[in-house]
């Protein structure tokens, strides 16, 4: 079964603090890791995204590690500012060409001031 | 910037009624999703669709609900015989091709069915 497993579900931080969101998958037949962040109201829209044969990627202050023997990836928020506040999903991607998504459970943050 | 964009923002309906979801894919991307989000859950794929026909369908797309692309913009999803747990947050979303990741979603369409 293809599963997507988000923690925590929800995450407070301070202003200019580090978040950090965790999913773990249960297939091995994912190519593309995206991060999609929501505000309420919205669609989600793409933040960063990786692909399995990367450990690491980084742009501006989001980071996603990606540890392909662990099957586990994680979301990087560095000086994480109030703006930041919303729910950010993780999601993978099956090897083939639907290109259908299928998303963690989603984390809210909330980034004190 | 292209969006997609989607119509009505909000629907309302009684149960056993027909709904047609409707959204505008961004311009020239060639493959088009349905997902849906129910109240504080994660967003759940529907059915993929490609050069006119179902690509992939979920266990939740049952013969209830059906998607056409009526012409060269329009995009929609039509629930035959709502039911209470249909009530949730439907968002469309596009794709340039295959060799392009990255999927834009629209807004959604908020479906209250009582």
């Known amino acids: 079964q293809q599963q997507v497993k988000q923690s925590p579900q929800s995450l407070i931080v301070q202003k200019g603090g580090i978040s950090i969101i965790n999913c773990a998958y249960e297939?091995?037949?994912?190519?593309?890791f995206p991060w999609y962040q929501q505000f309420p109201g919205k669609g989600p829209a793409l933040l960063i995204a990786?692909?399995?044969?990367?450990s690491e990627k980084k742009e501006g202050r989001f980071t996603i590690s990606f540890n392909k023997s662990a099957k586990q990836f994680s979301l990087h928020i560095m000086d994480s500012q109030p703006g930041d506040s919303a729910t950010y999903f993780c999601?993978?991607?099956?090897?083939?060409?639907?290109?259908?998504?299928?998303f963690g459970q989603g984390t809210t943050l909330q980034v004190k001031p | 910037e292209p969006e997609v964009t989607q119509t009505p923002s909000h629907q309302v309906t009684q149960m056993g009624q027909e709904v047609i979801l409707r959204c505008v894919p961004i311009?020239?991307?060639?493959?088009f999703y349905w997902y849906r989000q129910i109240l504080g859950q994660k967003v759940e794929f529907l059915v993929s669709?490609?050069?006119?026909?179902?690509?992939?369908k979920s266990e939740i797309f049952d013969d209830q609900f059906s998607v056409e692309r009526p012409d060269g913009s329009n995009f929609t999803l039509k629930i035959r015989s709502t039911k209470l747990e249909d009530s949730a947050m439907y968002f469309c979303?596009?794709?340039?091709?295959?060799?392009?990741?990255?999927?834009?979603f629209g807004p959604g369409t908020r479906l209250t069915v009582l």
């Open positions: 979303a596009s794709r340039p091709g295959t060799s392009y990741n990255e999927q834009f």
């Open positions: 297939n091995t037949a994912f190519d593309y």
């Open positions: 990786i692909r399995p044969d990367v």
């Open positions: 999601a993978a991607r099956p090897s083939g060409n639907t290109g259908k998504l299928i």
């Open positions: 311009s020239n991307h060639l493959y």
């Open positions: 669709f490609y050069n006119n026909e179902i690509s992939e």
